[in-house]
């Protein structure tokens, strides 16, 4: 059984160290190496991206997907793109042109006022999942929270059977 040995371990250090030291390059690429993946990692690859394509696929515009629409706007994270269709939002994806597309199913508000918790789909172009990934969680929560936020203060009026116009949700840009 090979067990470690700390005397061949320091026997191996220096050798090496004798080696590193014949050649001055070696020693200025182990030095040179970590520092420039420091930087790479440190600035030039954004973990982090704003304003990504979004396309938005809602049937109907009620006060709630405005909601939504406008705290997603206000995240910074997504630049909102309306779509007409499924087959529309299949190509935009397919293309590159977006790289979500937020599906709102039809009877959206309806779910909203009963008190449910209605399911949005969201199509993700995960060719770079994380360029993606904080986005799709800032998503998540953030959906939830405009949805509570307008249950709250978009209450019918019940003379007039319209919604106040206090439920955009009051979210300032994050830089």
Not at 56 to 71: D, M, W
Not at 75 to 88: C, F, K, M, W
Not at 139 to 167: H, M, V
């Amino acid at each position: 059984m090979n067990r470690f040995s700390f005397g061949r371990f320091l026997a191996v250090l220096h050798k090496e160290w004798i080696q590193v030291r014949r050649d001055p390059m070696t020693l200025r690429l182990i030095i040179a190496l970590p520092v420039l993946q420091l930087f790479l990692f440190g600035y030039a690859i954004n973990t982090d991206p704003k304003h990504l394509p979004t396309g938005l696929l809602s049937p109907k515009h009620s006060q709630y997907v405005r909601t939504i629409v406008a705290a997603l706007h206000n995240t910074g994270y997504y630049d909102i793109r309306p779509l007409t269709s499924e087959a529309a939002a299949e190509r935009a994806l397919a293309e590159g042109e977006v790289l979500f597309v937020i599906n709102i199913p039809p009877n959206f508000e309806r779910s909203v006022d009963r008190g449910e918790t209605p399911a949005i789909l969201v199509d993700a172009d995960a060719t770079d999942p994380s360029a993606i990934g904080n986005a799709t969680a800032a998503l998540a929560s953030l959906t939830a929270t405009s949805i509570a936020t307008c249950r709250q203060s978009c209450k019918p009026n019940l003379q007039s059977r319209r919604f106040s116009s206090s439920c955009m949700l009051g979210t300032t840009r994050s830089s």
